[in-house]
């Protein structure tokens, strides 16, 4: 069992920056094995990956990000991070942190909103 909770969500103007945290837990879970990621998803849409970070430190990002975002890890605190940068209406959805083992673990989601 991994539990994810989220943090750092918010209302920012176009332009502005946010820095979601994701804090993991769990009896017997190695964090630092697991692949993590950020996925997004604005009303009406469907939820996407935004940037994913494997236990080696390999990133990827969706080509919407590219450049503006960048997702880290903190193994010593079970954490994961989105740096989220030069901000678009765009970007406005809620996010939520996914941890890659064995069926995938969800956090519940943290409302970002970019608008001025």
């Known amino acids: 069992q991994v539990q994810l909770v989220e943090s750092g969500g918010g209302l920012v103007q176009p332009g502005g920056s946010l820095r979601l945290s994701c804090a993991a837990s769990?009896?017997?879970?190695?964090?630092?094995?697991?692949?993590m990621g950020w996925y997004r998803q604005a009303p009406g849409k469907q939820r996407e990956l935004v940037a994913r970070i494997t236990s080696s430190g390999t990133t990827n990002y969706a080509d919407s990000v590219k450049g503006r975002f960048t997702v880290s890890r903190d193994n010593a605190n079970n954490t994961v991070y989105l740096q989220m940068n030069s901000l678009k209406p765009e970007d406005t959805a809620v996010y939520y942190c996914?941890?890659?083992?064995?069926?995938?673990?969800w956090g519940q989601g943290t409302q970002v909103t970019v608008s001025s």
């Open positions: 996914h941890a890659a083992r064995g069926l995938g673990y």
């Open positions: 769990g009896r017997g879970t190695i964090f630092s094995i697991i692949t």
